[in-house]
């Protein structure tokens, strides 16, 4: 079956430190990779969607500057929290799918508290 | 206005009752609609997905949509303990591809 694995599943850093964190999708190409942060409320904000062969595309408020993303195949991704300050907090989750139209499969999450 | 609302925030049930969980879209280019159940400490899993008028049955649970309306429901026969999670709604939208979520609905199911 589909799987998304990510680590670390939770990082505790100091303010104004960056944190990376990683995507594998096992047992399936995934065409698109989507990054949300949960909030500790349990919101969902999409930061951004990167699409196999398009550029990747960040949502209003988050940036390239402070949230790289990397996608180098269709079974990895990884992202990097730069100066991470209190109001990054939250439950980072990678969601991947074959298709446009597809189930997006999540991973646990990457957990970031920031002290 | 937020794009995907749901309804009622929480909710709780009898274990064996049924519960009804609801979500509208204000956004007509979302055409796929997925209901996601995230127990406390995972990541959310696709339980379904509906995109034609009407009813979908998976087990025991059913979901239905009006495409006119735009409103999407979840309906969980004999709930189970199990079943206590937060349940959100995502809408896809076929253009962007984008999936958007709604606030979720907390589930409670008592023994």
């Known amino acids: 079956g589909a799987l998304v694995y990510q680590y670390p599943r939770r990082t505790i850093c100091k303010s104004g430190t960056s944190m990376r964190m990683e995507c594998q999708a096992v047992?399936?190409?995934?065409?698109?990779v989507a990054w949300y942060r949960q909030s500790p409320q349990k919101t969902f904000e999409l930061i951004a969607l990167?699409?196999?062969?398009?550029?990747?595309?960040?949502e209003q408020n988050f940036t390239q500057e402070k949230f790289p993303i990397s996608h180098p195949n269709l079974s990895f991704s990884s992202m990097t929290v730069l100066n991470a300050y209190l109001e990054d907090r939250g439950l980072y989750l990678c969601?991947?799918?074959?298709?446009?139209?597809?189930?997006?499969?999540f991973g646990e999450g990457s957990k970031l508290t920031v002290l | 206005q937020q794009k995907v609302q749901q309804s009622p925030e929480s909710l709780s049930v009898p274990e064996g009752g049924m519960a009804s969980l609801n979500c509208t879209s204000s956004?007509?280019?979302?055409?796929y609609f997925w209901w996601y159940r995230q127990h406390s400490g995972e990541g959310p899993k696709a339980l379904m997905?509906?995109?034609?008028?009407g009813d979908k049955k998976e087990g025991r649970f059913t979901a239905h949509l009006n495409k006119a309306s735009l409103h999407v429901s979840l309906h969980i026969r004999d709930s189970q303990p199990s079943d206590s999670a937060l349940y959100f709604c995502?809408?896809?939208?076929?253009?962007?591809?984008?999936?958007?979520f709604g606030d979720g609905t907390v589930l409670t199911v008592k023994p």
């Open positions: 969601g991947a799918r074959l298709s446009n139209t597809g189930q997006l499969y």
């Open positions: 047992g399936f190409q995934a065409t698109s």
């Open positions: 990167s699409t196999v062969n398009s550029a990747i595309k960040y």
């Open positions: 956004d007509r280019n979302f055409q």
């Open positions: 997905s509906i995109f034609s008028d």
């Open positions: 995502a809408a896809s939208d076929t253009n962007t591809g984008k999936l958007t």
